[in-house]
């Protein structure tokens, strides 16, 4: 197909395909004629990913090429595609100002957190990122005068090991490794999105029925 | 106490509480000398909470502003309270943008979730960007080709569920509503980064397991 019905089916604009194919992130289309190429499935395929990384994902566009290579890397094994993505969603910024947040408390609320994992049995690499986001929650907590102890992880842990658990069965059963691939790292992001807008949901629903008569909830 | 004692209790810069001052998200202290001014502990827990949504939440000033008014004022129901913390987190991005990367699907993704929710019987408000940012992600998976149904949202929901009503029980039991109100909101944001960062590692945890093997999980 053109560029344009590239563009039409995917309804992402045609100065912007262009662009990542500039930038690298998408291959360039097969030259049939000057100042034509052809484009396939394959280009549509890889144009709705990136757009699902910038659109949902909120990455950037180092990330993505990074996450892109290494779908494309036989050698890369699945578990490692998945911590690469994890890392690139926002976990940089959360990490750096929630450690500056929580000054003080973090190495008491960081050993918290590593022996609740390890409890758990999980299997996590010891400079994860996230050992240190969920240890500046801790420590936050404590710090308000809170409980900032595992027992507040206990019931998200659970959830969190269920649906993982969840995703593993409906990703493991595609046929290829790229099919594996795309779609363990289109579900990491999509589900967590999911996730996060059904939490607040219910976290309103919660609010409404329990605090019904205070005032109208939707008033 | 004086400023210099403010930032050293809260590692917050002496420049960045005047900032927040003139911004009107701290009161000013009470003036003891000329330029000298006296802060309570109540500086200080405003102080903290405002680093939260900066650090943790990632809110804008105006976001932040708009949280804090309505945390004191005695008007706001609790359940808005919390409503206008989520629409502040994020929201307004990823709809705009999930719209536009899922156009054509979206209406009836979006009849899914709103029957869903119904069925669920949560009482949620009928504009709620969440539907939305859910109805986005079911659109997408449906234009990879995959299930975009309700089956898909089950597991998160119920999970949500569970952890709305675990964290209900735990912030209402507050004295006052000025309690009520700083705990539901600091909650709100804090656990749902913790819940993000244990969904990743139990991802990672099971990648690791299930592909035990390929490759060292750590190497």
Same mark, same amino acid.
């Given at each position: 197909? $053109?560029?344009?019905?590239?563009?039409?089916?995917?309804?992402? !604009?045609?100065?912007?395909?262009?662009? #990542?194919? $500039?930038? +690298?992130? &998408?291959?360039? +289309?097969?030259?049939?004629?000057?100042?034509?190429?052809? #484009?396939?499935?394959?280009?549509?395929?890889? %144009?709705? &990913?990136?757009?699902?990384?910038?659109?949902?994902?909120?990455?950037? *566009?180092?990330?993505?090429?990074?996450? *892109?290579?290494?779908?494309?890397?036989?050698?890369?094994p699945l578990n490692d %595609?998945c911590r690469?993505?994890h890392?690139?969603? @926002? +976990?940089?910024?959360?990490?750096?100002?929630?450690?500056?947040?929580?000054?003080? =408390? %973090?190495?008491?609320?960081r050993d918290t957190v590593d022996s609740y994992l390890e409890s758990l049995g999980w299997v996590v690499a010891p400079d994860a990122?996230e050992r240190?986001?969920i240890a500046?929650?801790l420590?936050?907590? $404590?710090? /308000?005068?809170?409980? +900032?102890d595992e027992t507040v992880l206990g019931p998200y842990a659970q959830a969190a090991d269920e649906l993982a658990a969840f995703e593993m069965a409906?990703?493991t059963?595609?046929?290829?490794?790229?099919?594996?691939?795309?779609? &363990?790292?289109?579900?990491?992001?999509? &589900?967590?999105?999911? /996730?996060?807008? /059904?939490?607040?949901?219910?976290?309103? =629903? @919660? /609010?409404?029925? =329990?605090?019904?008569?205070?005032? !109208?909830?939707?008033?």
């Amino acid at each position: 197909m $053109r560029i344009s019905e590239l563009s039409r089916r995917t309804a992402v !604009p045609v100065g912007t395909i262009k662009f #990542y194919v $500039r930038e +690298g992130l &998408l291959p360039p +289309g097969t030259t049939t004629a000057r100042n034509q190429a052809k #484009y396939d499935t394959g280009h549509e395929e890889r %144009l709705r &990913l990136i757009r699902i990384f910038v659109d949902i994902g909120g990455l950037t *566009l180092s990330s993505i090429r990074a996450i *892109l290579a290494a779908i494309d890397d036989e050698h890369v094994p699945l578990n490692d %595609l998945c911590r690469i993505v994890h890392r690139a969603m @926002h +976990g940089e910024r959360l990490v750096a100002d929630a450690l500056h947040a929580a000054v003080g =408390h %973090l190495a008491d609320a960081r050993d918290t957190v590593d022996s609740y994992l390890e409890s758990l049995g999980w299997v996590v690499a010891p400079d994860a990122p996230e050992r240190d986001i969920i240890a500046s929650v801790l420590a936050i907590l $404590r710090r /308000l005068g809170w409980a +900032g102890d595992e027992t507040v992880l206990g019931p998200y842990a659970q959830a969190a090991d269920e649906l993982a658990a969840f995703e593993m069965a409906s990703v493991t059963a595609r046929a290829s490794r790229a099919e594996t691939a795309v779609a &363990l790292v289109t579900r990491t992001v999509l &589900l967590e999105v999911a /996730l996060v807008g /059904l939490r607040r949901l219910a976290e309103e =629903h @919660h /609010l409404s029925v =329990h605090f019904r008569g205070s005032a !109208p909830p939707n008033g």
